[in-house]
């Protein structure tokens, strides 16, 4: 078939602008939207990890620490125990010192027969021969120990008795045991007889 072009120009077809159809573009948003939700929920992941390993090595970091404290918390109680004894055991030395109510045997087999974990608090003499002594310790076996030193010398005679003991809270939840310790002195001297009454003065 013969085809006669009447218009004598030749006729451009018309090209229609590409079209970008909006299911396509929905949906590339809602790809865009997916992709970036994804990387903040994993963003937001990796924080809440990071962050949880660092408290777990904060925890143990303080932990570490709290062992370190109660190390230090233990040697300080039991440098401040030390020291409180040495303390009383010093005071107690000076006053029997300045007193010279007793001998210095007396006082240094007195001093040699204190156990560990044992401290005296007063020591007195009642008349001639009657010692008294007060202390405390932390267990009654170092009561027990202190008393079979005293009565192992002939210093003392024999029995040496324990009078009293009560328990009482000392520091760091420790309970101290208070006592009361009497004993005789075996080789006291006499008491000096008293003047007799109306008699006269010998003459030198």
Do not use: H
């Amino acid at each position: 078939m013969i085809r006669i072009n009447l218009l004598g120009v030749e006729r451009k077809q018309t090209r229609r602008p590409a079209t970008f159809d909006i299911g396509k573009r929905v949906t590339l948003a809602c790809s865009l939207i997916l992709v970036v939700a994804a990387a903040g929920i994993a963003f937001w992941f990796w924080s809440l990890t990071e962050a949880s390993a660092q408290v777990d090595r904060d925890i143990a970091a303080a932990r570490d620490q709290q062992a370190r404290l109660n190390s230090l918390i233990k040697e300080v109680s039991q440098y401040e125990a030390r020291r409180a004894q040495l303390q009383q055991r010093v005071v107690l030395i000076e006053q029997l010192r300045k007193g010279q109510s007793l001998p210095v045997q007396l006082l240094d087999f007195v001093s040699k027969s204190v156990p560990e974990m044992l401290w005296l608090t007063e020591m007195k003499q009642d008349g001639v021969a009657n010692v008294t002594i007060e202390g405390q310790a932390t267990t009654m076996i170092a009561v027990s120990d202190f008393v079979a030193n005293l009565g192992n010398n002939p210093f003392f005679k024999k029995p040496v008795d324990i009078v009293e003991t009560k328990a009482e809270p000392g520091q760091g939840g420790v309970d101290l045991v208070e006592f009361t310790v009497k004993a005789q002195l075996a080789n006291a001297p006499a008491p000096e007889a008293p003047p007799a009454r109306g008699g006269r003065a010998p003459r030198k």
